[in-house]
């Protein structure tokens, strides 16, 4: 028995290593303002269960996609299942730490992760997104810290790590079969075409590339036709217009972006993106991160016509809407974009500090002095352009922002879109950054839908985390 020791263990009936785990004490995973959102309790006297501990998640839904499970019969998910060896016990510090513990008689070794999402941020995104399909993401400017990480559907985890494996299994299984993917965070593990904010991207890389100057004027038309093709491409109605750079921004044009992707070129286009990140998985620190993508691009030289749609977000663009707050993020942290992540700190079963996440940044796309352009491009959207309807802050806290509507349907079909806005505040000196993406809307598309239907609920964000952070000015 000794000798296959290892061999024993891993036979499928031998139950008795698992049972060892969930016989231990797991430690709490808390919000930054204190909130525990997972815990363990003593399994209750009378239950069918062999195991004497239950997995419970005090705030429901709210922050499952982040949380994930822990669950004798499915196993867990997410940092339950990333930072089990902290919660459990198991890491090396935590172990030396115990050893005097443990001579003693005491064998509790778990330890706490500590998020940076706030309890009263997520809960405000969810109430303002209620039951419309989509997803909020609010970051720190500075850190790329998370402070608000949700979409919807979500799901209970409660559940799920109910000690009836029957019903939890076919809770799981029902929302695996649900086409609205509730077991998956759409913020950070989905993607959808970004429509105007992807003008953000094209604009800073046309004038990193010095493709585009401040003082060059476009042309007031209403269609624009590129090369290779006989279909123009129109601004949003069909209307005229045109000026210069910092108009045709804030009024969210379409021709004039896709003239500068085609300038760009098919070559440096992609390699302009590729300093945004786009291709490459976020770097958060939780499972199942995927990349934004502009789709194919190995053939644009002969799909010219593609590349101008690229330029302002349609066609294959498909962006993250966490990768869409560091976009705004980037801009208001003069062309740095930090890595994104959701755990703080880990402590041990004292409250000692094991690990705490130290701020880095991952990309710079774009220089400090087109940041600062772009600066001032996204406060002009705010306050004259396409989301000056609706997202002034009830502080009067200046805002910057970038409005969005990509347009679903083909022609003769009904009309739906992905609304966006990605904003920061305070514009003069950037504390939070914000996306907000509604899916699939139903609305006369204009090229303020974005910020007629995503701008109210990021003002919304903006002012309720100044008013907790007693911010005013």
Known sequence: QVGHTDELAAQPGNTRALLRQFNRPRGPIVTADGVVVARSLIAPQGLETDVQYVRQYPTGDLFANVVGYYTYGLGSTRLERTRSDVLTGDTATQQIRALENLIGGAVDTSGEVRLTLRE????????????????????????????????????????????????????????????????LNN?????????????????????????????????????????????????????????????????????????????????????????????????????????????????????MPLLAMRGFGQNDDQMVPLHMAMVAATVANNGEMMRPYVVDATLDH??????????????????????????????????????????????????????????????????????????????????????????????????STGGRVAGPIAKAMFDVVFAADGITQ
């Not at 209970?156 to 009836?164: A, G, K």
């Not at 349907?409 to 009309?415: A, I, K, L, Q, S």
Request: net charge negative.
């Open 350 to 447: 004292d409250g000692a500090v094991l690990d705490r996440t130290e701020p880095q940044v991952w990309k710079r796309p774009i220089s400090r002095q087109t940041a600062g352009i772009l600066q001032g491009f996204m406060r002009q959207v705010a306050e004259v352009g396409t989301a000056s309807c609706c997202i002034a802050l009830d502080s009067g806290i200046p805002v910057a922002a970038k409005t969005g509507t990509a347009q679903l349907n083909g022609p003769g079909e009904p009309e739906r879109s992905h609304a966006w806005v990605i904003a920061y505040a305070p514009a003069d000196a950037p504390r939070y950054a914000v996306a907000v993406m509604l899916e699939g809307v139903s609305d006369d598309i204009s090229a």
């Open 187 to 303: 913020a950070y593990e989905q993607r959808y075409m970004p429509g105007s904010t992807f003008k953000v991207l094209t604009t800073g890389a046309a004038l990193d590339a010095g493709v585009a100057t401040l003082d060059r004027e476009f042309p007031e038309i209403r269609e624009w036709l590129p090369p290779q093709t006989t279909d123009p491409i129109e601004n949003y109605s069909g209307v005229a217009r045109g000026g210069d750079l910092e108009r045709v921004f804030y009024r969210s044009c379409n021709i004039p972006f896709a003239q500068l992707a085609t300038e760009l070129g098919p070559t440096r286009f992609p390699e302009m993106m590729a300093r945004w990140g786009i291709g490459e998985a976020l770097p958060i620190d939780l499972p199942g991160a995927v990349a934004s993508t502009l789709g194919d691009t190995s053939n644009l030289a002969n799909e």
């Open 120 to 183: 009263d941020m997520q809960r405000t995104a969810k109430f303002l997104l209620g039951d419309r399909e989509g997803t909020i993401a609010m970051i720190e400017v500075a850190t790329g810290a998370v402070t608000a990480l949700w979409s919807w559907p979500s799901y209970d985890p409660n559940r799920v790590s109910q000690t009836d494996y029957d019903s939890a299994y076919d809770y799981v299984t029902e929302r695996q079969a649900d086409p609205r993917d509730p077991l």
